[in-house]
């Protein structure tokens, strides 16, 4: 028997999530268990979650994963190397595999790349290109391009991705072996494809208040169904009410805000009026928009750089089912898993707490009230 971990968001769980599981089965045995490390409330971009994250983690499980656990907020709004570097430093220890879907599905040419990033002569190449003003993601397409690396598979998000989890594996010396899967579409298409929607095209949809039933498994599309939306956009006011009240030592402690960016989010926050104007005014040619987005989250949460760089003190469990026992058995070896109801003496999960109650904002119909992470409970299908 194999074990697959999977380091996801399912915002939300649809059609080629469930294709993935299949293909996954289909390689390796049907009795394979699928470990899915799946983001929070807040995901990668700098979002907040379509759905709750229970709701999602009980779609995945009803939908045929053994086992979701949830990737540490610091680690989900980490960009996407400290967001696959965590997730394998979680799975490592329980998994023999880790699966990605990525557009070219070539794990030789993904490990080639990833060994170009991490070899000594890289590092000086980045710092000139950097240095002329290109962006990092142009300066790391060029300086692979100096040293003779193609840099197609820095081109597409799926690829980008891939490669950070084939450098995490690498650097972190991680006996699991990748285990790349062609994901067809686009996964930024804000039109959904029949066989490989996009998740931005079904939150597109959902923001219609259009049919996206189709496009969801349907033990997802029952959970999901009547399910509390939550959006950026219901949430602004929030938003704008902490960044109009932070200190300059507030902004200046933010991750991401390197180079004096902190500075120009500072002033930018005290002299526009909605939070699109706030990231159009701080946007420049140098960093992306989701640097930005993951900043003003973070500044958003309290989360500071220092924070961002401590150590996890523990990774919480979702949901299972009974085929998933034994490897959380095999996970609580290392440390990080508490049992339901243990009493966790670390200040994050004050924080954690802080963090689901200012999510309950982001909820389109109504703000959810406070102290629902109180009331959690993990969810098992036997």
């Given at each position: ?6 380091i996801c968001e399912y915002n939300p769980f649809h059609l080629g999530h469930q294709k993935q ?316 898993f508490p049992h339901t109801g243990d009493k966790i003496d670390h200040p994050y999960q004050a ?32």
């Amino acid at each position: 028997m194999k074990t697959v971990g999977i380091i996801c968001e399912y915002n939300p769980f649809h059609l080629g999530h469930q294709k993935q599981f299949d293909e996954i089965r289909a390689a390796l045995g049907p009795d394979t268990v699928i470990v899915c490390l799946m983001s929070g409330n807040f995901v990668q971009r700098g979002m907040p979650a379509v759905f709750d994250k229970a709701l999602r983690a009980q779609a995945a499980i009803d939908c045929g994963a053994d086992l979701i656990l949830e990737l540490p907020t610091v680690c989900a709004l980490s960009s996407a190397e400290g967001f696959a570097a965590g997730g394998v430093k979680i799975l490592s220890p329980f998994c023999d595999y880790l699966c990605f879907g990525c557009e070219t599905g070539d794990e030789q040419s993904l490990m080639q790349t990833a060994r170009a990033l991490l070899s000594p002569e890289f590092g000086p190449v980045l710092r000139r290109e950097l240095e002329s003003g290109s962006s990092f993601p142009v300066a790391r397409q060029r300086a692979l391009q100096q040293l003779g690396i193609s840099d197609a598979l820095l081109e597409k998000p799926n690829d980008i991705l891939a490669v950070e989890y084939c450098k995490a594996i690498l650097a972190q010396g991680s006996s699991m072996k990748p285990l790349p899967i062609h994901r067809g579409g686009d996964y930024h298409d804000t039109s959904a494809d029949a066989e490989n929607p996009s998740a931005t095209a079904l939150r597109r949809l959902m923001e219609q208040n259009a049919d996206w039933s189709a496009f969801v498994p349907a033990s997802a599309q029952k959970v999901f169904s009547n399910a509390p939306i939550h959006s950026l956009a219901a949430g602004e006011r929030a938003m704008l009410s902490r960044l109009r009240t932070m200190t300059e030592e507030d902004f200046a402690a933010l991750p991401y805000g390197s180079e004096g960016l902190w500075r120009k989010l500072m002033h930018a926050s005290r002299q526009c009026a909605t939070l699109e104007d706030i990231l159009t005014a701080t946007k420049s040619k140098r960093y992306t928009r989701t640097r930005l987005d993951r900043m003003v989250m973070c500044a958003y949460l309290g989360i500071t750089e220092d924070l961002m760089n401590a150590p996890i003190p523990y990774v919480r469990v979702l949901g299972l089912r009974s085929s998933g026992i034994p490897v959380l058995k095999k996970a609580r070896e290392t440390g990080l898993f508490p049992h339901t109801g243990d009493k966790i003496d670390h200040p994050y999960q004050a924080l954690e707490q802080k963090w689901d109650d200012l999510y309950g904002l982001f909820r389109c119909d109504a703000p959810s009230p406070a102290g629902i992470d109180n009331n959690r409970r993990i969810y098992l299908l036997k």
